[in-house]
């Protein structure tokens, strides 16, 4: 079985602020995307410059938009036959269109 590259200690601290990084920029574009402050669209645009959003899981941003959790941000990836583990860099354009089509019809009929 193949080992695992040994990494140096700068390495290794090199990785885990990259790693915390990203994680700050994800949770803070939730943050945004929950508050209003920013919209799906704008989310899945910048994502296609952003490597951070861009490996974020569809199903981890549906959750987080408001009106939406786990369980219907699940049911709504199963209506659209997008797989749970889809990150956002792996929708294709029909994937994309049918999403962003569908949660804007859910936010025009909620009052």
Same mark, same amino acid.
């Given at each position: 079985?193949?080992?695992? &590259? ?9 990785? $885990?602020?990259?790693?915390?990084? *990203?994680?700050?920029? /994800? @949770?803070?574009?939730?943050? %945004?995307?929950?508050? @209003?402050?920013?919209? =799906?669209?704008? $989310?899945?645009? /910048?994502?296609? !410059?952003?490597?951070? $959003?861009?490996?974020?899981? #569809? ?5 987080? =938009? &408001? +009106?939406? @959790?786990? #369980?219907?941000? +699940?049911?709504?990836? !199963? %209506? ?7 990150? *956002? /860099? @792996? $929708?294709? &354009? ?7 089509? /569908? *949660? %804007? ?5 909620? &009052?």
């Amino acid at each position: 079985m193949p080992q695992a &590259p040994t990494l140096s200690s700068e390495q290794r601290a090199a990785a $885990l602020r990259r790693a915390a990084a *990203v994680r700050a920029d /994800r @949770g803070q574009a939730r943050a %945004e995307l929950k508050s @209003g402050k920013l919209s =799906l669209t704008e $989310l899945l645009d /910048r994502a296609a !410059d952003d490597d951070a $959003l861009a490996s974020m899981r #569809v199903s981890a941003l549906l959750a987080a =938009l &408001p +009106g939406y @959790g786990k #369980v219907r941000a +699940g049911a709504l990836l !199963d %209506e659209l036959a997008i797989a749970s583990t889809r990150r *956002v /860099r @792996g $929708l294709g &354009p029909r994937q994309r269109a049918a999403l962003l089509a /569908r *949660v %804007e019809q859910t936010a025009e009929s909620q &009052p």
